[in-house]
């Protein structure tokens, strides 16, 4: 005879703060798990009920509170399947970052995270107190032990579980989106079901939260290291697994098994995800974008329009003496195939202005970067009257590349509220612009194919100021996400003087960087919550 319980996986978006309906959402899903998958239990992301990450939120006993009501709402209106969901669990002196098993009305298992990381764009040593013991649990003729996302990544946790009796571990988790952080996951997986030989159950956020993508891609692995279920990743559902305990051990059915999507694609993804959420979270009515005829404004208007929709994207060309026939063109191109509304104001009187205005105080100096900064400025000035008339918010355009080395104005293109390509490099932008070209409402080849340029000068390209971007993405790879030296990075094969020459730069303009709107982490290291350089630096690159 075997036992068998029918688990189901919520991968679910669910909002820092929100807790009244996060709680609505985990109720309804409960219940949707109950009634229609026949699900015995059903179970949800770390700290579904407030979201995650939540910061400084935690220390509001408001958000304390809210948790409270939201624990005793679920205990009374959750039944006839067991729900295993994470809060944060909060006594006098300590919170911990916990989840429960209720059953009924009945806490069956209780359990805190033991492991808190304290890396990159985690910091749960500031607000959590570690757990101590194992949490097992019976249902159905199977004990289930209990993990919580950063325990999996170390074997004392889950070897403890397996200790107190476990036979399949569910695991919990707010694990955010990097370019290879499928593989990643369910490689230590692997290994800490190689270590111990019982499958473990995991379950994960989706959706965006400020620079933060949540991915999903949920999934089970049975005790030879096998996926046997793995969810669509950037995507909420439901997904049940039934799990069979045998004489031999817990075996997971196999079920649908959902091939992760290649590199450029997982990308683009995320970039959708992370600003669809930005945007609708924050209940703005659509977008307004400055559309350049350049590489960058055109995967962003890519991006906002599969994002949100076309009828809510507006996009602005602005342009000046030294803007290309070929831009306007382009631009004009572009908006027609997405179907955006498209506005051309010329900047031409708003710049005279300022610099007669100007000419009493500043005389006839010779024109620098001065006068391509106002340029910049006017159309930031411009879109950001449109943004605040009418409520739509300003996607700003910028990549990781200028980003990096200070390549933008402050209030000028660097003014908006989201940055979608912010942690993405140029030649990244290159490729998931191809990319997207594969999907229709294709952008301009030539915007690809020509020679990048701000126009803000005559015949100005980006390689006047900086190397070739083959050469700089590489350079700032290595710097800002290898934490490489400058004779490391040299030895890759890149000469000494461009390396010192762009890692300059990278110091000299945080000050900009700290000034900017939150973007999309796609990276292992972004510009935000994991880049902490100081503004005021005396040290010198060797």
């Not at 068998?4 to 679910?12: E, H, N, Y």
């Not at 079920?255 to 924050?282: C, F, Q, S, W």
């Not at 000034?515 to 510009?527: C, D, Y």
Request: net charge negative; hydrophobic share 40%.
């Amino acid at each position: 005879m075997t036992d068998a319980v029918k688990a189901a996986l919520a991968q679910v978006d669910l909002v820092v703060g929100d807790v009244a309906g996060n709680t609505a959402k985990i109720i309804e899903h409960a219940q949707r798990a109950r009634d229609v998958d026949g699900a015995d239990i059903v179970v949800f992301p770390e700290l579904a009920i407030c979201g995650y990450p939540p910061e400084d939120l935690l220390f509001h006993a408001g958000l304390r509170h809210d948790v409270e009501v939201a624990v005793r709402r679920i205990r009374d209106e959750v039944f006839g399947i067991a729900i295993v969901f994470g809060f944060p669990e909060y006594d006098d002196d300590h919170i911990y970052n916990a989840c429960a098993v209720l059953e009924d009305g009945h806490v069956i298992a209780h359990y805190r995270k033991r492991l808190l990381p304290n890396y990159a764009v985690f910091d749960e040593e500031r607000y959590f107190t570690a757990g101590r013991d194992a949490a097992v649990f019976r249902l159905g003729g199977i004990r289930f032990g209990l993990t919580i996302c950063e325990d999996i990544w170390s074997p004392g946790p889950m070897a403890a579980a397996k200790a107190a009796g476990a036979e399949c571990v569910l695991v919990i988790n707010g694990s955010p989106f990097e370019i290879e952080s499928q593989q990643k996951r369910e490689d230590v997986v692997r290994k800490r079901v190689a270590e111990l030989g019982i499958p473990v159950v995991y379950v994960n956020h989706v959706g965006g939260q400020d620079e933060l993508v949540f991915d999903g891609g949920s999934f089970v692995m049975d005790a030879n290291g096998e996926i046997t279920s793995r969810a669509r990743s950037f995507e909420e559902g439901l997904h049940t697994v039934l799990l069979e305990g045998r004489t031999t051990g817990v075996v997971p059915e196999r079920g649908l098994v959902v091939k992760p999507d290649e590199r450029i694609a997982r990308i683009y993804k995320a970039l959708v995800r992370g600003t669809r959420d930005y945007v609708m979270n924050h209940g703005f009515p659509g977008v307004v974008i400055g559309l350049s005829g350049g590489v960058d404004s055109a995967l962003v208007l890519a991006v906002a329009c599969d994002a949100i929709g076309a009828d809510k994207v507006r996009a602005v060309q602005m342009p000046f003496r030294y803007t290309s026939t070929m831009s306007q063109e382009d631009s004009a191109s572009q908006a027609e195939s997405f179907g955006v509304r498209y506005d051309v104001i010329p900047i031409e009187p708003m710049y005279e202005a300022t610099i007669r205005q100007l000419h009493p105080v500043l005389g006839d100096r010779k024109p620098d970067a001065t006068e391509e900064n106002i340029q910049a400025r006017c159309r930031g000035l411009l879109l950001m009257a449109i943004s605040n008339k009418t409520g739509r918010m300003l996607l700003t355009t910028g990549n990781k590349s200028e980003m990096a080395v200070g390549y933008a104005t402050l209030y000028g293109d660097m003014a908006g509220g989201f940055a979608p390509i912010k942690d993405c490099s140029k030649t990244l932008v290159y490729a998931l612009a191809r990319y997207r070209n594969t999907l229709g409402d294709a952008i301009p080849e030539r915007v690809i194919t020509r020679p990048p340029s701000a126009e803000l000068r005559p015949d100005q390209k980006d390689t006047d100021s900086l190397p070739d971007y083959e050469i700089l993405d590489p350079i700032l790879e290595a710097f800002i996400e290898d934490d490489l030296s400058v004779a490391e990075i040299t030895a890759r094969g890149f000469d000494r003087d461009v390396v010192i020459r762009v890692l300059e730069m990278v110091k000299r303009n945080e000050y900009k960087r700290r000034q900017a709107p939150p973007g999309v982490r796609i990276s292992r290291r972004a510009f935000g919550r994991d880049w902490r350089y100081p503004i005021t630096s005396g040290y010198r690159f060797p």
